[in-house]
């Protein structure tokens, strides 16, 4: 597995395999990785020739300080991990390669109002952050297809508006990935390295509860089904409820109880603590009309 750390040894390295007519797959990552990352490396080394993997903490996406200073960094393990999921490169920036000039930073993208939901609500600029990154990385990688995460449903929905809208005319594919679980069900997050032992234990009652939900979802009105939610998490954790929404998967608006044969997602985020957040969603089966 090749290390690259320079964007022109990385178009160097593709540029030779575009000769020879080999398939990109590209997983873009902030690394700390787990058995959620490996599965998009799976699902892209099954489906093209090359696959290649980037790791960088984009630090334009964090609009919290100090979650970004305590964003877990492993990369010795990561190396070692692709390494032996014969990934064949590995592109590790540093922060002057992806943004060489203060310019460089201050892209802005019109996301289709996707943004201005949910995590937009909480996260001021972070999915900018990542449109930026992603767009710098799709430039530099030139994948025939990149591949993400369910467990981050509304980054998926904005980067297909992003590359329906800005990136067309590089013809990239993305592939979206099923969301990989721990054995009680909480969702394999980088960030749940940060939890001490006791709040790994209550984490476990977000996914159990959004699973309950979605049981609840032909008979209960949305309504109740908030409500359900709200006791569950405040009665069983020490964790704040920023949002639970069911929305619509495609354009992330809110379903009302006259809608619910939309396909619809069930989204949350918890605040654990100050500096550290977890999300998770569940798809509801749409209900007959
Ligand atoms: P991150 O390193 O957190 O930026 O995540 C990199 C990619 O891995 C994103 O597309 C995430 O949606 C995806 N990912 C993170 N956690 C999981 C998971 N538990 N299951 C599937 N994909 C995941």
Redesign the pocket.
């Known amino acids: 597995m090749e290390i690259l750390r320079l964007i022109t040894d990385v178009k160097l390295k593709i540029g030779e395999l575009k000769k020879e007519n080999k398939t990109v797959g590209f997983?873009?990552?902030?690394?700390?990785?787990?058995?959620?990352?490996l599965?998009?490396v799976e699902q892209s080394k099954a489906n093209n020739n090359i696959t290649v993997v980037s790791?960088f903490v984009?630090p334009t996406q964090f609009n919290n300080k100090a979650d970004l200073e305590k964003y877990p960094k492993t990369i010795e393990a990561d190396t070692n991990l692709l390494e032996q999921h014969s990934v064949d490169a590995v592109f590790i920036p540093e922060y002057s390669e992806i943004y060489p000039d203060e310019n460089s930073t201050k892209v802005h993208f019109e996301l289709g109002n996707l943004d201005k939901v949910m995590e937009g609500k909480y996260r001021p600029g972070h999915f900018n952050g990542v449109a930026m990154v992603v767009k710098r990385l799709f430039e530099i990688t030139l994948p025939s297809k990149a591949?993400?995460?369910?467990?981050?449903?509304q980054?998926?929905t904005i980067l297909n508006y992003l590359n329906n809208n800005y990136l067309k005319q590089m013809n990239i594919k993305l592939k979206k990935?099923?969301?990989?679980?721990e054995s009680d069900g909480l969702?394999?997050?980088?960030?749940n390295r940060l939890l001490t032992d006791e709040q790994r234990k209550e984490a476990a009652v977000i996914s159990k509860t959004l699973f309950a939900a979605k049981d609840m979802y032909k008979d209960f009105s949305i309504e109740e089904i908030e409500q359900f939610v709200k006791n569950e998490i405040t009665q069983n954790t020490k964790f704040e409820i920023d949002y639970f929404e069911i929305v619509n998967s495609e354009n992330l608006q809110k379903i009302s109880n006259n809608d619910k044969s939309q396909p619809a997602l069930a989204c949350i985020a918890v605040n654990v603590t100050d500096s550290l957040r977890l999300i998770d969603n569940v798809e509801f089966e749409p209900k007959e009309s």
Do not use: E
């Open positions: 997983v873009p990552t902030m690394g700390a990785l787990h058995k959620g990352h599965s998009l790791i984009n591949y993400f995460g369910q467990k981050d449903i980054q998926f990935c099923p969301i990989v679980r969702a394999m997050s980088s960030r």
